[in-house]
């Protein structure tokens, strides 16, 4: 698995809260024994990722900014949750085993996943983490068999009665060619551009999605591989077998092409079973993966 920056670190926003509680950089930067312009630059940062000021400064008064009183609660709960799952997996004995059998869709690629299972292992030395790749629809049925603790999925159009979710993001289909393909040079192909393609055909919404709109339209698309997962999707696209319809992987060998009239995106969620006992493994994560903002992609 590859890693990328987290898009909000925890320190930048316990800054942001001392600051916005004691409207007073100085203050702020005391009571988080760091110096103040170490502070400064983690709120400009953190700015940067939201979008706008979050602090207005008038001579000696500090002032939070529309977007400031906005962003409070939201990151104040956001650190409390964080802090919750630090304590909750500190608390579990060194050692200890906490084993967590996570399951990851082969199409999922998040930085924010990187950075939860590394703040989980620091929190929790004792973590022995399974990880199982596969379809949603795959690793759905084996949580609901009782073999995985949580999945991060794309969420099922037809979810069984006990699939409990907590949306992290979407993702955004394109038609992934290689970058010698004769398509590749295009930003953007109609969907009747498809009819003759050597499509590559794999379990997933974005594909079910796709055949729905070119039937609506009257088009017959010409699924002519099939793959089981993303990694063997990626292979035989790698190969110049085929086309697939996927989240652009962002690999330098390969293209992503919006497709028009097939704007698909599928939301990612992290998922488990109701009313089935979490361990405290699982339930760190839970709590240590709400508490942050996801993004999806490769960064």
């Known amino acids: 698995m590859r890693c990328y920056p987290a898009p909000m670190e925890m320190h930048q926003i316990r800054y942001f809260l001392s600051a916005a509680r004691l409207l007073n950089f100085t203050r702020a930067a005391e009571e988080c024994r760091v ?30 900014t529309e977007l400031g009183r906005l962003m409070l609660p939201h990151l104040s709960r956001t650190y409390e949750a964080a802090e919750a799952a ?22 999922v690629e998040s930085a924010t996943l990187d950075a939860v299972l590394a703040d989980l292992a620091e ?12 379809t949603s629809r795959e690793l759905v049925a084996q949580a ?30 394109r038609m992934v060619v290689r970058s010698d393909h004769a398509l590749a040079a295009r930003d953007s192909i ?9 499509l590559i055909d794999h379990d997933c919404e974005g594909v079910a999605a796709l055949r729905a709109r070119a039937e609506i339209v009257g088009l017959d698309l010409g699924f002519r591989h099939m793959a089981r ?12 077998l085929g086309t697939g319809f996927m989240p652009d992987p962002g690999e330098a060998h390969v293209r992503g092409i919006r ?16 009313g089935r006992r979490r361990s405290l493994a699982a339930d760190s994560f839970v709590r240590a993966s709400r ?9």
Not at 45 to 64: D, I, N, Q, W
Not at 163 to 172: G, M, S, T
Not at 229 to 240: C, F, N, P, T, W
């Open 190 to 198: 109609t969907l009747d551009a498809l009819v003759g393609e050597p």
């Open 259 to 274: 497709v028009e009239g097939a704007e698909i995106s599928a939301e990612v969620v992290l998922a488990g079973i109701a």
């Open 229 to 240: 997962d993303g990694a063997q999707l990626r292979r035989l696209i790698a190969a110049g």
């Open 35 to 64: 110096a103040q312009p170490s502070l400064t630059r983690a709120i400009q940062k953190l700015e940067e990722e939201l979008g706008g000021p979050l602090f207005r400064r008038e001579r000696a008064r500090t002032h939070l």
């Open 86 to 107: 630090k304590m909750l997996a500190r608390g579990f004995g060194k050692g200890q085993v906490a084993p967590l059998n996570l399951g990851v869709c082969s199409l």
């Open 123 to 134: 929190a929790m030395p004792g973590l022995q983490l399974n990880i199982v790749g596969g």
């Open 144 to 173: 609901m068999a009782g073999t995985l603790d949580l999945m991060i999925v794309e969420a099922p159009a037809d979810a069984p009665e006990r699939f409990e979710a907590w949306r992290l993001f979407a993702h955004d289909y």
């Open 291 to 299: 508490a942050r903002a996801w993004t999806g992609g490769p960064g």
